[in-house]
């Protein structure tokens, strides 16, 4: 593969990229409802997101946040995230792209990469945001479509 650069509707080739084995890093700023179906998180994933009071009443889908969560996600929140960086076993994928429906129709671009000292070092980014916070709290009372159950905490906080 070797590096790649995909735009100006780089979510196929996103979507594709990170549908892998093993544990998936992610820093996604700003999620939409629809993020699920772009970024396929599981169990023992991590995302983090900029999930901040002002950002969560704009751009980021507490639905959203939902779904990982009862997915079995780790769902973290940095107030200073806009990065958009994703880390897999073997690929990293660096751009402009939020997870969002407006991101699908605006013109991104993010390159993918199979280059281990990249994957290493995107990794290292993700798990190195600083001002991180465990808890977050989905202020919506719509369940997330085919969840059930609470958002209050993030699985193993107390």
Known sequence: MGMTFHGPSPWPHITRAIRVRGPRHAAIAYLGEDAPALLPLRAGDL???NASRRRRAHVTSPIAL????????RVLSSPNLHANVIATSRRAVIGSANASHSS????EAVVITDDLEVVAAARAFIDGIEEITESIRCFSTT???KRTGSCERVHGDA
């Not at 939902?66 to 079995?72: F, L, M, R, S």
């Open 47 to 49: 995302l983090v997101v």
């Open 66 to 73: 939902a779904y990982y969560v009862e997915a079995g996600v």
């Open 104 to 107: 699908t129709i605006a013109d």
């Open 143 to 145: 369940p997330p479509p």
